[in-house]
């Protein structure tokens, strides 16, 4: 990863520190771990020097020092070379190697001499400063930089702290010692985010890998490096993403680290690598592995000590062993293989089952060891009664071992395939890991589908395939589908991926409804709902009613995301939208219904934060859609927000025609959106065609029915024969269903009508603000001066800026001019400009002084004034 260290986040203190000593006789001592950027820290020291006009002889004592060169001269050596050519280089060299009185090498009192000359030579010629770097190469590095310290030259010199090079002559000669931190949370996030956008998901995902490594910048951008290698950094509309997040994040097999666990001796990386794997392994276990492995007790002792010691596995209160940085255990696993460690569960479990251990220990490593244990009647059945013994407090282990159990009993228990089989596949859809309900489900088809099991294993199939994006294997739907009854599920899941036509709840139902246990729950009461539900493609809202308990919410795939999509935007958390919509994009197949809303929202949501650009993309990329009335509902919003009026509502009506012959054929889904719109647009233009859109609302809502349609009727109805009451019991419905998008909407149409429009205003604007939508604010503030309304006021709360909104003003209050905090943030300086007029904008002060001044004094207030500064 290309880095400017003249900006490092999270060392801006330090740099400025350093900085001030440029000239002064001084030795300043960084300290810090192995990746903590001492390097990098004095590279940016040594180039602001250098801007002032400073010269300073940088010199890094080389990991591979000839053998004798116990004081690093070669390194001191290469360095003058490197900067004042061989001539002088010579010439250093020749007074270093004077003989003594005796006529022998120089002794160590004359060699320091010397070098003493050597600098203060330096110094006069008007190189003021050497920096000293990897001080930990070196036998005796103090000896150079106590010379440099001596001759007078400003000394900075970099060493790492766990190696602790000469601690007591360098502690004794510095003048100041300077220990570099971990970064912080937002720091990662600033260093991750220095070539470009990042998803906000991404650092959090890199952060949690690292665990005790998670401010180390240089874990973070070797791990970063090798996302970005490996092909799981991806843009998406100019921002990166981390594809596929539900896989390990590893750091890079070339790391330090890594390879330093690696080349311990046995049994070191296997200790690493099987207690990453284990659910749970205490260090009195220690002694039982050791048997089962065959490795000698002492030394497996004495290595787990030694991990523990040096910070590579962790131990808790309980003696329970761990892995603090999961990224170091994905890593030395890879490096072993998956096989290796499997055989080392594989062996625990026999051990264990000899000599007759506890048998939930047993379990979870025969589930771990996979087909390197060898399958057998005693290992299935206690894998199923531990498999029933957690069930109720741990169901995930329960399918974990439910699993293991099934893939044993083929050969050595076929009674118990068709009811494992019909456990495991229920279980699987119950705690939502559809990823291994999918591998389920092949594998039966492949061993042989027990009978009277085809319908559920379709659908389970089509519940695997549309919650991972993964269509049915062929192999699959040829096999069940040879059963009339399981052909439904099968074939919503093919139209599914098709994403031609619209869902319809009854298909649903059919499909789908004859899986859950006991009576089939009665739609009737929650039709208006469903229907909701329906209309929006959220199949997870849909798939909780219909299975009850039974169905259980994915934490990933294509169906996850997209519900955070949908709830995100009726609910008002807009960045999570966005994000979501981006992981979306790379999960699953492009085509279905769920991918093409997903970009329509996220459209609109980039059109109402100001974004046109951004809005435009997102919109170009959905393609065929089975959503006419939402095409161009996001359409005509973008244009609309442009100042395009005259030509959205032209637009508008020609979307119309297509959702309403779409309408026709029974899909409305987005029309009540559409109609609303287009009738604000309309009002806005004057009112010409309001009386038509009314009678079309009617008509529809009179054919389909359902809430949305009457919450339509009642808006347009309102704003065409300026109806409070009809908008009013409108925005009541709105409101009792949490959705702020909609209610901002019908809060903007009662002020339209309404004699007294403050509150209706002041309510939008509120909404609009914690949308966080740019735009939004700025054409509510233009209709409150055009009704002359005042901006509401009220205090600042720090939820209300943005994260670099507030670092700026922190970096203010620190008395940074823009320069330096552009400096800092590795942003322009006129994005610093920028971020300062929308901050005065928002909350009224006047300028950088007034800005900070406030800020200590806690009476920062939002002024009721746009983002973009506009009053």
């Not at 395939?465 to 052909?487: D, F, I, N, Q």
């Not at 980039?606 to 393609?623: I, K, N």
């Not at 297509?658 to 604000?680: I, K, P, S, Y």
């Not at 007029?837 to 002060?845: M, P, Q, S, W």
Request: glycine share 10%; charged share 25%; proline share 6%.
């Amino acid at each position: 990863m290309t880095q400017d260290c003249g900006a490092l986040p999270g060392r801006g203190d330090e740099i400025a520190a350093l900085e001030k000593v440029a000239g002064r006789p001084v030795l300043v001592v960084v300290r810090g771990g192995a990746g903590t950027g001492k390097t990098a820290l004095l590279g940016a020291v040594a180039r602001k020097w250098r801007d002032r006009r400073l010269k300073s002889l940088p010199i890094c004592f080389s990991d591979d020092v000839p053998e004798g060169d116990e004081f690093g001269l070669g390194s001191v050596l290469a360095a003058i070379r490197e900067e004042f050519g061989a001539a002088c280089a010579v010439k250093a060299a020749a007074a270093l190697n004077q003989p003594d009185d005796t006529g022998g090498p120089s002794s160590g009192s004359a060699l320091f001499t010397e070098l003493t000359r050597l600098f203060g030579a330096l110094r006069q010629s008007g190189t003021t400063a050497v920096v000293f770097d990897d001080l930990h190469a070196v036998p005796n590095p103090g000896f150079a930089v106590a010379a440099a310290r001596y001759a007078g030259c400003t000394v900075l010199a970099a060493c790492r702290e766990e190696e602790a090079v000469e601690p007591t002559v360098l502690s004794a000669l510095a003048d100041q010692i300077v220990d570099l931190r971990p970064l912080t949370d937002g720091e990662v996030d600033e260093l991750l985010a220095a070539d470009g956008p990042v998803d906000p998901a991404v650092a959090p995902a890199v952060r949690h890998a690292l665990g005790s490594l998670r401010g180390n910048p240089g874990a973070v951008l070797a791990t970063w490096d090798g996302l970005r290698r490996a092909g799981r950094l991806v843009p998406v509309r100019g921002v990166l993403c981390l594809a596929d997040p539900a896989a390990p994040i590893a750091l890079p097999a070339g790391h330090d680290l890594v390879r330093g666990v690696a080349d311990l001796p046995e049994p070191g990386p296997a200790l690493v690598a099987f207690v990453g794997t284990a659910g749970r392994f205490r260090v009195d276990d220690l002694l039982v592995l050791a048997e089962a492995t065959g490795w000698d007790p002492a030394t497996c002792g004495r290595g787990a000590d030694r991990l523990v010691a040096a910070g590579v596995l962790g131990c808790d209160e309980r003696g329970a062993l761990f892995v603090p940085c999961p990224a170091l255990a994905t890593a030395v696993r890879n490096v072993l293989g998956e096989q290796r460690v499997r055989v080392l569960h594989a062996k625990l479990a026999e051990h264990l089952l000899r000599r007759g251990g506890d048998p939930a220990l047993v379990a979870d490593h025969a589930a771990l060891a996979g087909p390197e244990l060898p399958p057998g009647p005693d290992v299935v059945a206690l894998l199923v009664r531990e498999a029933a013994r957690v069930l109720p407090s741990d169901p995930g282990s329960a399918a974990h071992r439910y699993r293991a159990a099934l893939a044993r009993c083929a050969t050595h228990d076929p009674g118990r395939v068709p009811g494992l089989t019909r456990s495991l596949v229920r279980l699987l859809v119950r705690i939502g890991r559809y990823d291994r309900l999918r591998e389920v489900v092949a594998e039966t088809v492949d061993a042989g589908v027990p009978a009277g099991q085809e319908y559920a294993l379709a659908v389970a199939a089509a519940l695997a395939a549309v919650h991972t994006g993964v269509p049915v294997p062929r192999a699959v739907t040829a096999v069940l589908a040879a059963e009339p009854a399981a052909r439904a599920p099968l074939e919503f899941a093919g139209g599914w991926f098709e994403g031609r036509e619209a869902m319809s709840l009854d298909g649903l139902v059919a499909a789908f409804g004859a899986f859950r246990l006991g009576d089939a729950p009665d739609c009737a009461p929650m039709r208006d709902q469903l229907e909701i539900w329906a209309g929006r493609h959220d199949l997870v809202a849909l798939f909780g009613f219909l299975f009850g308990d039974e169905y259980g919410a994915p934490d990933d795939g294509p169906l996850a995301l997209y519900h955070r999509v949908i709830t995100g935007y009726h609910r008002g958390a807009w960045a999570g939208v966005l994000s979501a919509s981006r992981a979306l994009e790379l999960s699953g197949r492009p085509s279905t219904p769920v991918h093409c809303l997903a970009r329509l929202l996220t459209a609109e949501i980039l059109s109402c934060e100001g974004e046109p650009g951004p809005a435009a993309d997102w919109l170009a990329a959905v393609g065929e859609c089975p959503f006419p009335a939402m095409v161009s509902w996001a359409e005509i919003g973008l244009m609309w927000r442009g100042g395009r009026l005259p030509e959205a509502i032209e637009a508008g009506w020609r979307g119309y025609e297509r959702a309403a012959a779409a309408a026709e054929r029974g899909t409305v889904v987005g029309l009540h959106w559409l109609l609303v719109r287009l009738a604000m647009l309309e009002s806005e233009a004057g009112g010409g065609k309001l009386a038509e859109l009314r009678e079309l609302t009617t008509k529809w809502h009179g054919r389909y029915g359902g809430r949305r349609l009457k919450m339509a009727e009642l808006m347009v109805t309102g704003l065409a024969e300026r109806d409070l009451a009809s908008v009013r019991a409108a925005v009541e419905v709105v409101r009792s269903h949490q959705n702020q998008s909609e209610l901002m909407r019908a809060c903007l149409i009662a002020s339209s009508v309404a004699d007294e429009p403050r509150p209706w205003l002041h309510e939008a604007y509120d909404i609009a603000r914690r949308l966080d939508g740019d735009l939004l604010r700025m054409m509510i503030k233009a209709r409150m001066r055009e009704r002359g309304v005042p901006p509401p006021r009220r205090s600042l709360a720090s939820d209300d800026l943005s994260p670099a909104e507030l670092r700026i003003i922190a970096l203010i209050r620190r008395g940074l001019t823009n320069r330096q905090i552009a400096g800092t943030m590795r942003i322009s300086e006129k994005t610093v400009e920028s971020h300062l007029t929308r901050l005065f904008a928002k909350t009224g002060c006047r300028s950088r002084l007034d800005l900070a001044t406030a800020s200590i004094e806690g009476r920062l207030t939002v002024s009721g004034l746009d983002r973009s500064g506009t009053a």
